[in-house]
């Protein structure tokens, strides 16, 4: 609870100094009119800058009722459908390769040429070996074939009783020994063919090819490099569709389920969120973490999730009751009392809703407005929002500039509308992506004044 405090304190902070060089840069805004006045679509305004100058700007957004998504927000890691490593199934130096780093291809495309002499060498001789294992085996059968006709004779004439007893039975031993010599150089046959099978196969293997299609990537071939059956040279994996995995533990798995609707987050497209559901889930836990794998699948047309790279998944895994609704960024607590609440602005007779601009726009400041601080105890807690009691529905509360009102006797504000949508844009934003708004935001108000 602390450090989500610190880091809600710390992002209004910032965004809080984006939004004073915003209502500084307006003073001097030739729209407004000459004696310091609002800009159009605000009545009233009174006042010149002299007047003015103590009275804060700060941001606001409306509440609302709603239920807030309860979620688990888990760390995901992204692989490539398709995904595998390429290994060489034989050794040997590379002669040619024939893809490299981001090219795409097909199954049983070339990716690399292994030097084949030996691997010829070695397949001719299997070739003769079978040759010789055939002549064999045809010998072996026409001696066999032989000794047969000479059982057959000797058989007629035992018959007849014109041959012995004895040399009945020695033909007989002779054309089994026959039969079993003809059985070994089958065997040997088929023991050479299989061998001449396996030196072709280790030829064919002499060309890497790719056993999926998808894009290459991670190459570690080069012209030369002698390699072996360890050697991985290559990533193949189809970036048209990734997978993500993430860990889920024992608990999790009392409310988490496949099916369920997630969001994905990165650090590198803030402003994006990706949208699929849990596909799979192993039901076995490893002995070890106690800890099982969820997937998700995503599509991904544009290339914007990358194979390796890690994102934040939240899981949404049901609602909570109906509440008055408010950015966590809204949620103010007094460092003085230590009381959390958050300030309520009075926009009695004054349209604000007409005047909802992002924080990049032109910077549209309502005239001074009352302000209040108004206790409210959090009654359900999300990453982005939560439901509070203490206030109702449609009241306005700062989101932003809160340290503004905090400091002295502050009961006014000069306000701006802000939409829950870049509201909450603005708590994923990280503090490197906050000092480009204030920066940029400052060299416009340098160049405005120059």
Same mark, same amino acid.
């Given at each position: 609870?602390?450090?989500?405090?610190?880091?809600?304190?710390?992002?209004?902070?910032?965004?809080?100094?984006?939004?004073?060089?915003?209502?500084?840069?307006?003073?001097?805004?030739?729209?407004?009119?000459?004696?310091?006045?609002?800009?159009?679509?605000?009545?009233?305004?009174?006042?010149?800058?002299?007047?003015?100058?103590?009275?804060?700007?700060?941001?606001?957004?409306?509440?609302?009722?709603?239920?807030?998504?309860?979620?688990?927000?888990?760390?995901?890691?992204?692989?490539?459908?398709?995904?595998?490593?390429?290994?060489?199934?034989?050794?040997?130096?590379?002669?040619?390769?024939?893809?490299?780093?981001?090219?795409?291809?097909?199954?049983?495309?070339?990716?690399?040429?292994?030097?084949?002499?030996?691997?010829?060498?070695?397949?001719?001789?299997?070739?003769?070996?079978?040759? +010789?294992?055939?002549? %064999?085996?045809? #010998? *072996?059968?026409? $001696?066999? @074939?032989?000794? !047969?006709?000479? &059982?057959? /004779?000797?058989?007629?004439?035992?018959?007849?009783?014109?041959?012995?007893?004895?040399?009945?039975?020695?033909?007989?031993?002779?054309?089994?020994?026959?039969?079993?010599?003809?059985? +070994?150089?089958?065997? %040997?046959?088929? #023991? *050479?063919?299989? $061998?001449? @099978?396996?030196? !072709?196969?280790? &030829?064919? /293997?002499?060309?890497?090819?790719?056993?999926?299609?998808?894009?290459?990537?991670?190459?570690?071939?080069?012209?030369?490099?002698?390699?072996?059956?360890?050697?991985?040279?290559?990533?193949?994996?189809?970036?048209?569709?990734?997978?993500?995995?993430?860990?889920?533990?024992?608990?999790?798995?009392?409310?988490?389920?496949?099916?369920?609707?997630?969001?994905?987050?990165?650090?590198?497209?803030?402003?994006?969120?990706?949208?699929?559901?849990?596909?799979?889930?192993?039901?076995?836990?490893?002995?070890?973490?106690?800890?099982?794998?969820?997937?998700?699948?995503?599509?991904?047309?544009?290339?914007?999730?990358?194979?390796?790279?890690?994102?934040?998944?939240?899981?949404?895994?049901?609602?909570?009751?109906?509440?008055?609704?408010?950015?966590?960024?809204?949620?103010?607590?007094?460092?003085?009392?230590?009381?959390?609440?958050?300030?309520?602005?009075?926009?009695?007779?004054?349209?604000?809703?007409?005047?909802?601009?992002?924080?990049?726009?032109?910077?549209?400041?309502?005239?001074?407005?009352?302000?209040?601080?108004?206790?409210?105890?959090?009654?359900?807690?999300?990453?982005?929002?939560?439901?509070?009691?203490?206030?109702?529905?449609?009241?306005?509360?700062?989101?932003?500039?809160?340290?503004?009102?905090?400091?002295?006797?502050?009961?006014?504000?000069?306000?701006?509308?802000?939409?829950?949508?870049?509201?909450?844009?603005?708590?994923?934003?990280?503090?490197?992506?906050?000092?480009?708004?204030?920066?940029?935001?400052?060299?416009?108000?340098?160049?405005?004044?120059?």
């Amino acid at each position: 609870m602390i450090s989500r405090l610190m880091y809600r304190s710390a992002q209004l902070l910032l965004v809080a100094a984006a939004v004073t060089m915003t209502a500084c840069s307006s003073d001097d805004d030739p729209g407004r009119g000459a004696s310091g006045g609002p800009p159009g679509g605000f009545p009233g305004g009174g006042g010149g800058r002299g007047g003015e100058a103590q009275i804060p700007s700060v941001e606001v957004v409306q509440t609302e009722i709603g239920a807030l998504p309860l979620e688990e927000r888990l760390t995901g890691r992204v692989i490539a459908r398709n995904q595998t490593e390429i290994y060489p199934e034989v050794g040997g130096p590379i002669t040619e390769i024939f893809v490299d780093d981001g090219d795409f291809v097909r199954e049983g495309d070339p990716l690399v040429q292994i030097r084949d002499s030996e691997y010829i060498e070695r397949y001719q001789q299997a070739a003769s070996g079978l040759e +010789v294992a055939q002549a %064999q085996r045809r #010998q *072996a059968e026409a $001696q066999l @074939e032989q000794l !047969r006709n000479q &059982l057959n /004779r000797v058989e007629e004439l035992s018959t007849r009783q014109l041959e012995t007893t004895a040399n009945l039975e020695s033909i007989r031993a002779e054309v089994a020994v026959a039969e079993a010599t003809v059985d +070994v150089r089958r065997s %040997q046959e088929n #023991q *050479a063919r299989s $061998q001449m @099978e396996e030196r !072709r196969l280790d &030829l064919q /293997r002499t060309t890497v090819t790719a056993p999926t299609s998808g894009r290459v990537g991670q190459r570690n071939a080069e012209r030369g490099q002698l390699t072996n059956t360890g050697t991985r040279l290559f990533l193949i994996g189809d970036l048209t569709e990734v997978r993500v995995e993430i860990s889920l533990t024992e608990r999790m798995l009392n409310v988490i389920d496949e099916g369920m609707p997630v969001n994905i987050y990165s650090d590198f497209w803030p402003s994006t969120i990706l949208r699929s559901e849990i596909a799979r889930i192993s039901p076995f836990l490893d002995t070890g973490t106690l800890r099982t794998q969820g997937y998700i699948n995503v599509e991904n047309p544009d290339g914007l999730m990358r194979s390796g790279m890690f994102v934040t998944v939240d899981v949404l895994y049901g609602q909570t009751e109906q509440a008055v609704l408010i950015p966590n960024g809204a949620l103010y607590r007094n460092p003085r009392t230590g009381e959390e609440g958050v300030y309520v602005v009075d926009a009695s007779g004054v349209d604000l809703t007409s005047s909802i601009n992002s924080l990049e726009g032109a910077p549209v400041l309502s005239p001074p407005l009352p302000v209040r601080f108004v206790p409210v105890e959090v009654i359900a807690g999300g990453r982005m929002a939560s439901g509070v009691v203490g206030i109702e529905e449609g009241d306005w509360v700062v989101s932003v500039g809160q340290n503004l009102l905090s400091s002295g006797n502050v009961n006014q504000a000069r306000v701006r509308v802000m939409d829950w949508d870049r509201m909450l844009q603005l708590q994923r934003m990280q503090s490197r992506d906050l000092f480009d708004v204030i920066d940029n935001r400052s060299r416009q108000a340098q160049s405005t004044g120059s």
